[in-house]
């Protein structure tokens, strides 16, 4: 005894009213909601993982996924509106919100803030409320009731993406915004809009607002203000391509009758832009402007209804294919859509279908899925198919091994049944008007044969496939399935059949109806065997055991029950839950029925009173057909929810049929038009491959001639451009030269004039840095001297305040005790008057409710009023620490003060000496001063002189340099250009050169061959015409030693003559051994050359390598050089900016004040522009940094100079382009 497992293995639906039904949690995994279940769908790898939902509830009907996709949230409806979130690391539950505050049964939608914290849930009639939920902690922070009127119903709600208090509502004449503060949920003031039906929103921004209307309308909100209108209805903008112009012309026609009631259905926000949904099928990208539209519509995107068979009907209905939902991937690279008729779309957004200007094309996510209410189903034998069929009208075949949907086919009348044939070959189909057998083909399913059945309900092939049972009313009607013999009717039933079951043996079939009868038919007599009927149960399903003599049934009584031998043995109870379907694997170890609310249970079996079992959440309503395979692996059910549920079962041992012995037939069947078609069609192909591969080989040889021409006539201009090159080259090489001895020269001088001036500097600027270093020091003794003793008066002052201070707090402390005093005071008067209240409360309880309400009025006024007492007591103790820290600040304030006040003052002290001792020693120095300004004035009189003769030289360097410049630019350009066509040219030569060689090798190699064989054809007709002339001789001379036969020694002697004349002699082998040694020798000689030549050619790549790498190098040099003779004018530009700032200070008045005289002094001194009155200790420092920095430099440049004069100069240097020198200016 054991109770089976069942593990979910695979899902075909989509649960299309669920609000936000899909949405991505990485780049590869979307999750969205299928009967009772989450399924998060790898899109890559098509493998599902499962979240169940809460038990005994009554379906999804909102989902919402946290922005940092760690967490979903599913709301459920039931007695009690609950919301469930699950991580989606473990799949497991994290936490189930519930609250009395919501009246309404169910949520219609939920949002989560951007940090994943909060999440609004929107409840739905009849009191339409909204929580603001802090969700880790299980509890509402507010509540608001979003719409007064019970009929307007709300349909969305979202947060702000920049803000986690603020959300956004919509619905039918409801849009409002809303701040949550402290506790209370506040709406924001809106600009009044005329009320419409807003279906859907979005949020662009912090302070932009989408929303579109059911009247094709999109209202645009910044800031609460309404800003624009879109309709998505009009054009696609004018710079949009001509293919989507043309794409929205063809589709204007069929949607001319609703374009004025075309309802936007959803709003995506992504980067570029926005998407909205609207129509039948369409989704249209608005994308972003600087201009005054601030949005356009850019594309479009289609559902391609009439590609899928399965839409055609429902493109008739127009609202089927309404996409409801939309999900865009975390890199914007992937749409994925859910429709009204629950399908999944996808699209790629980057991908070359949206680059296009064409319409775009949504695809089929995984496979289409049925949209309306399942009711049959059935399994193969012999391969690995399940079939059903369902109230949209059509027909599916599904490959459960490796989850894909085979085939489908849409009819016109509505399909209630379905049965397989065990070859999987044929499908039995019951529609509205006839019983049709089918053929299933390759990629269709074609009737050939129908029976007169109206509404077959259930129909069923024998494990044989030799007969097939179909139910018309209360009649089963068997056939033959290759004759279509009605080879029996079995009649007995007072009621509908719902239920027919062939036994193992094909030998019985088990029926039951709705008139609560099972029976036990004969196939082979048509007549009933066995039979239970219980009146008071009307059965919905029955299962046979292996041997047949068990049967197992459910109905409406809400029991299990075993029958055998026409007798009841056990009835298990269901809880209080009706059984719909029951099935048994063939093994009789595993048992599993379905109930009405869409779960199953795998029964403890044998079967146990009461009963045992596991029960499994999957579907979201009553489930229709339950079927096992054949292999008793996998189990199968089908509901009204739409979906299709696989799952892996296996008994508690784990015990089955092993994976070895299962083996399915792979044959298909094809239409012998089909396979005609598809012969022809090979045959085509065939032909048009040979026709394209002549026609490539004559364009090939038409393309080989011209290359050819082509190579002769480029080698030929590039032979005469490098002639030309060459010699250019060697006229440029030599005015390089000569430039390079100029300018050599040049430097030079510049650098011994440079060494001369340094050497100058160094020795005067040591002087001033030792005079300044002595100051230093006697200003620090006296700061150091002033500092103490304003410590002494800082610490007098900070103990005066200490103690105003604390004189203060004391005074406040005093008041603040009297204030408490009186607060308690009043708590005392309140708890007296609530004692009074209720005591008087007491005495007029028989009073009239007036009186009551009168009185209670009373008392709340003055708890008001004491409430109020003390909110004003607690503000004045507020008040009073505010001034308390008020005082604290403006005493550390003080203390600041005084603090930079004494600096200020150690300051100005020092200053003060400071210039008393200059101004001494000034007073001094004037006279010492004057003499230097003499003997400075000599020197800038010298300077004065040097520099008109370096402008005269800078001059002519100019002049030289301009003309330089004409002459060399151009042909630098020139050589430039040509370098750049040399090297494609050398390129596109080497290619043809190689090209060459081995076509020539080939050619020779094939004229030698030729000729060989030629010389050989020679040889061989030469030896044949020997041959035949010494066949001829030899036959005469047989002849003539004929005549001797009477004769021995005659004819011995003729013969011996014979054989000298006409045997081979030992030289005639070694000629012809000779002319094979001869050919071989030719071979190796040539193999050589070849080998050589080879070589030569490598040679001569290498010394082009060396001799690139060679003018690569002069030119770096050239650069380095023209570098340096940048810097050597830079440094002169130096120069005259210093002689300029020495007439600065020859021409200043020397009748100025004192501390005029004092900055022209530190000027001398230093020889820079005065800075202020006095050095400090800073700038004495930075000055040394600066003396350090300019000491290095200057040897580092004299170390490049003295290499650069020992660098020989090679003769294929040349001067860089004057781009370069220009840059260095």
């Known amino acids: 005894m054991s109770i089976a497992i069942a593990n979910l293995r695979h899902v075909f639906g989509l649960k299309g009213d669920v609000a936000n039904n899909v949405a991505f949690q990485d780049e590869q995994t979307i999750i969205y909601p299928s009967g009772s279940n989450c399924i998060l769908y790898n899109?890559?790898?098509?493998?599902?993982?499962?979240?169940?939902?809460?038990?005994?509830?009554?379906?999804?009907?909102?989902?919402?996924?946290?922005?940092?996709?760690?967490?979903?949230?599913?709301?459920?409806?039931?007695?009690?509106?609950?919301?469930?979130?699950?991580?989606?690391?473990?799949?497991?539950?994290?936490?189930?919100?519930?609250?009395?505050?919501?009246?309404?049964?169910?949520?219609?939608?939920?949002?989560?803030?951007?940090?994943?914290?909060?999440?609004?849930?929107?409840?739905?009639?009849?009191?339409?409320?909204?929580?603001?939920?802090?969700?880790?902690?299980?509890?509402?922070?507010?509540?608001?009731?979003?719409?007064?009127?019970?009929?307007?119903?709300?349909?969305?709600?979202?947060?702000?993406?920049?803000?986690?208090?603020?959300?956004?509502?919509?619905?039918?004449?409801?849009?409002?915004?809303?701040?949550?503060?402290?506790?209370?949920?506040?709406?924001?003031?809106?600009?009044?809009?005329?009320?419409?039906?807003?279906?859907?929103?979005?949020?662009?921004?912090?302070?932009?607002?989408?929303?579109?209307?059911?009247?094709?309308?999109?209202?645009?909100?910044?800031?609460?203000?309404?800003?624009?209108?879109?309709?998505?209805?009009?054009?696609?903008?004018?710079?949009?391509?001509?293919?989507?112009?043309?794409?929205?012309?063809?589709?204007?026609?069929?949607?001319?009758?609703?374009?004025?009631?075309?309802?936007?259905?959803?709003?995506?926000?992504?980067?570029?832009?926005?998407?909205?949904?609207?129509?039948?099928?369409?989704?249209?990208?608005?994308?972003?402007?600087?201009?005054?539209?601030?949005?356009?519509?850019?594309?479009?995107?289609?559902?391609?209804?009439?590609?899928?068979?399965?839409?055609?009907?429902?493109?008739?209905?127009?609202?089927?294919?309404?996409?409801?939902?939309?999900?865009?991937?975390?890199?914007?690279?992937?749409?994925?859509?859910?429709?009204?008729?629950?399908?999944?779309?996808?699209?790629?957004?980057?991908?070359?279908?949206?680059?296009?200007?064409?319409?775009s094309l949504f695809e089929t996510l995984s496979q289409p899925f049925h949209y309306d209410q399942?009711?049959?189903?059935?399994?193969?034998?012999?391969?690995?198919?399940?079939?059903?069929?369902?109230?949209?009208?059509?027909?599916?075949?599904?490959?459960?091994?490796?989850?894909?949907?085979d085939l489908t086919k849409e009819f016109q009348e509505e399909a209630f049944s379905v049965a397989l044939h065990p070859s999987g070959l044929y499908v039995l189909v019951g529609f509205s008007d006839k019983l049709r057998l089918m053929n299933i083909l390759i990629d269709d399913i074609q009737p050939f044969k129908e029976f007169t059945i109206r509404g077959c309900r259930e129909c069923q092939f024998s494990n044989g496939g030799h007969l097939f049972a179909a139910v018309h009313g209360n009649v089963i009607q068997l056939y033959a399935t290759y004759t279509f013999e009605n080879v029996g009717n079995l009649k007995g039933h007072n009621g509908k059949v719902r239920s027919i079951v062939w036994s193992q043996d094909d030998s019985k079939i088990i029926s039951c109806g709705v008139d609560g009868a099972v029976y036990e038919w004969s196939v082979y007599t048509s007549k009933r065997e066995g039979e239970s009927v219980l009146k008071t149960c009307s059965y919905t399903c029955a299962a046979v055991s292996q041997d047949g003599s068990t049967t197992f049934a459910v109905g409406s009584d809400k029991t299990l029950k075993e029958i055998s031998d026409s007798q009841i043995q056990r009835e298990v109870p269901a809880a209080d839950t009706v059984l719909t379907q029951?099935?048994?694997?063939?093994?009789?170890?595993?048992?599993?029925?379905?109930?009405?609310?869409?779960?199953?249970?795998?029964?403890?079996?044998?079967?146990?009173?009461?009963?045992?079992?596991?029960?499994?959440?999957?579907?979201?309503?009553?489930?229709?057909?339950?079927?096992?395979?054949?292999?008793?692996?996998?189990?199968?059910?089908?509901?009204?929810?739409?979906?299709?549920?696989?799952?892996?079962?296996?008994?508690?041992?784990?015990?089955?049929?092993?994976?070895?012995?299962?083996?399915?037939?792979?044959?298909?069947?094809?239409?012998?038009?089909?396979?005609?078609?598809?012969?022809?069609?090979m045959k085509e192909l065939k032909t048009r491959v040979y026709e394209l591969n002549m026609e490539n080989e004559y364009q090939l040889r038409l393309k080989d001639m011209n290359h050819h021409e082509k190579t002769k006539e480029l080698t030929e201009k590039f032979i005469q451009e490098m002639e030309s090159l060459k010699t250019k080259n060697q006229v440029l090489k030599t005015d390089k030269d000569k430039e390079e001895a100029k300018h050599e020269e040049e430097r030079q001088e510049l650098i011994e004039k440079q060494h001369q001036e340094l050497q100058d500097l160094e020795s005067?600027?040591?002087?001033?840095?030792?005079?300044?270093?002595?100051?230093?020091?006697?200003?620090?003794?006296?700061?150091?001297?002033?500092?103490?003793?304003?410590?002494?008066?800082?610490?007098?002052?900070?103990?005066?305040?200490?103690?105003?201070?604390?004189?203060?707090?004391?005074?406040?402390?005093?008041?603040?005790?009297?204030?408490?005093?009186?607060?308690?005071?009043?708590?005392?008067?309140?708890?007296?008057?609530?004692?009074?209240?209720?005591?008087?409360?007491?005495?007029?309880?028989?009073?009239?409710?007036?009186?009551?309400?009168?009185?209670?009025?009373?008392?709340?006024?003055?708890?008001?009023?004491?409430?109020?007492?003390?909110?004003?007591?607690?503000?004045?103790?507020?008040?009073?620490?505010?001034k308390f820290k008020s005082q604290e600040q403006e005493i550390e304030a003080l203390k600041s003060d005084i603090n930079n006040l004494n600096t200020e003052k150690n300051k100005l002290n020092g200053v003060i000496k400071s210039l008393e001792k200059d101004i001494l020693g000034l007073k001094k120095e004037i006279q010492e001063r004057d003499?230097?300004?003499?003997?400075?004035?000599?020197?800038?009189?010298?300077?004065?002189?040097?520099?008109?003769?370096?402008?005269?030289?800078?001059?002519?360097?100019?002049?030289?340099?301009?003309?330089?410049?004409?002459?060399?630019?151009?042909r630098e350009n020139d050589i430039k250009a040509m370098k750049d066509q040399i090297q494609e040219m050398d390129t596109e030569l080497e290619r043809y050169n190689k090209n060459n060689t081995a076509l020539d090798l080939k050619i020779e190699e094939s004229k030698q061959k030729l000729k060989a064989n030629k010389e050989e054809m020679a040889q061989q007709r030469q030896k044949v015409h020997d041959m035949e002339a010494e066949l001829k001789r030899f036959r005469t001379d047989v002849s003539n030693c004929v005549q001797h036969i009477q004769d021995p020694q005659m004819l011995k002697n003729s013969i011996v003559k014979l054989n000298k004349k006409y045997v081979q002699s030992e030289q005639f082998v070694e000629a012809a051994g000779m002319d094979v040694d001869i050919q071989k020798e030719y071979a190796r000689q040539r193999d050589h050359l070849e080998r050589s030549v080879a070589s030569f050619r490598k040679k001569l790549t290498k010394d082009q390598q060396i001799h690139r790498a060679d003018n690569v190098r002069i030119m770096q040099e050239n650069v380095s050089l023209i570098k340096e003779i940048n810097d050597l004018r830079r440094e002169l530009k130096i120069a005259r900016t210093q002689i300029s700032s020495l007439k600065y200070a020859l021409n200043l008045d020397q009748n100025k004040k004192v501390h005029d005289l004092e900055a022209n002094s530190n000027v001398l001194k230093k020889g820079i522009p005065a800075q202020g009155p006095v050095l400090s200790l800073e700038e004495v420092e930075q000055t040394k940094k600066i003396v350090e920095i300019q000491k290095s430099e200057i040897k580092r440049l004299r170390d490049e100079l003295r290499q650069s004069l020992n660098r020989p100069l090679s003769n294929g240097q040349r001067l860089p382009p004057m781009e370069s020198i220009a840059a260095g200016q």
């Open 43 to 359: 899109i890559e790898t098509k493998m599902q993982k499962f979240i169940s939902s809460v038990e005994k509830s009554s379906g999804m009907t909102a989902m919402a996924l946290t922005p940092n996709k760690r967490y979903v949230a599913v709301a459920e409806k039931g007695e009690k509106a609950t919301i469930t979130i699950y991580d989606l690391q473990t799949l497991r539950k994290k936490k189930v919100l519930t609250t009395t505050e919501v009246q309404s049964q169910q949520y219609v939608s939920l949002a989560f803030s951007p940090d994943s914290k909060y999440l609004v849930s929107q409840g739905a009639r009849p009191d339409w409320t909204l929580l603001y939920w802090a969700w880790e902690k299980s509890k509402p922070m507010a509540s608001i009731r979003t719409s007064t009127n019970v009929s307007n119903e709300v349909y969305q709600v979202t947060f702000n993406p920049n803000d986690n208090a603020q959300f956004c509502v919509v619905g039918n004449g409801v849009f409002k915004t809303y701040k949550y503060n402290e506790g209370t949920l506040k709406a924001n003031p809106i600009q009044k809009i005329e009320p419409q039906n807003f279906l859907c929103h979005s949020w662009l921004s912090e302070d932009r607002i989408i929303v579109g209307t059911d009247t094709g309308r999109m209202l645009l909100f910044e800031g609460q203000e309404h800003k624009k209108d879109f309709h998505v209805n009009s054009p696609v903008t004018a710079d949009s391509t001509a293919g989507d112009r043309t794409g929205t012309a063809g589709q204007s026609d069929a949607s001319d009758s609703s374009k004025s009631h075309t309802p936007v259905l959803c709003v995506t926000k992504y980067s570029k832009g926005f998407l909205c949904s609207a129509g039948n099928g369409i989704v249209y990208m608005y994308e972003k402007t600087d201009e005054r539209e601030l949005y356009k519509k850019a594309r479009e995107i289609r559902i391609n209804i009439s590609a899928d068979s399965a839409q055609a009907t429902a493109n008739m209905k127009g609202a089927l294919h309404e996409i409801m939902h939309m999900a865009i991937s975390p890199s914007e690279e992937t749409i994925v859509a859910g429709t009204r008729n629950s399908q999944l779309y996808t699209i790629g957004l980057t991908g070359a279908e949206i680059s296009k200007g064409e319409h």
């Open 374 to 405: 399942i009711t049959g189903l059935d399994v193969c034998i012999r391969k690995p198919l399940i079939a059903t069929c369902s109230l949209d009208r059509t027909v599916r075949i599904w490959n459960y091994e490796n989850n894909s949907l």
């Open 582 to 681: 029951c099935a048994i694997s063939r093994s009789g170890r595993m048992l599993f029925v379905g109930t009405a609310q869409g779960s199953i249970r795998a029964m403890k079996f044998p079967l146990t009173v009461p009963g045992e079992w596991t029960e499994h959440q999957c579907h979201a309503s009553s489930i229709t057909k339950m079927r096992i395979s054949y292999d008793d692996g996998f189990l199968f059910t089908v509901g009204e929810d739409a979906c299709l549920y696989t799952f892996k079962i296996m008994d508690k041992e784990g015990r089955g049929l092993k994976a070895k012995d299962i083996t399915y037939a792979e044959e298909i069947l094809i239409s012998k038009s089909d396979l005609q078609e598809k012969d022809t069609a």
């Open 764 to 882: 005067a600027n040591n002087q001033k840095l030792m005079a300044e270093y002595e100051k230093y020091q006697e200003l620090q003794a006296k700061s150091q001297r002033m500092q103490e003793e304003y410590e002494r008066q800082l610490a007098a002052k900070s103990e005066s305040h200490k103690q105003a201070l604390r004189e203060q707090t004391e005074q406040y402390e005093t008041k603040l005790h009297e204030k408490i005093g009186q607060l308690e005071a009043a708590h005392d008067e309140q708890r007296q008057t609530m004692r009074i209240h209720e005591e008087t409360k007491k005495q007029i309880e028989e009073d009239a409710d007036r009186e009551i309400l009168d009185i209670k009025n009373m008392y709340e006024r003055r708890l008001r009023e004491e409430k109020e007492g003390n909110m004003r007591l607690t503000g004045e103790t507020g008040i009073m620490k505010k």
């Open 931 to 970: 003499e230097t300004i003499q003997d400075k004035e000599k020197r800038i009189y010298d300077l004065k002189k040097k520099n008109q003769e370096l402008e005269k030289f800078k001059f002519v360097l100019d002049y030289k340099i301009r003309e330089l410049k004409k002459q060399i630019e151009p």
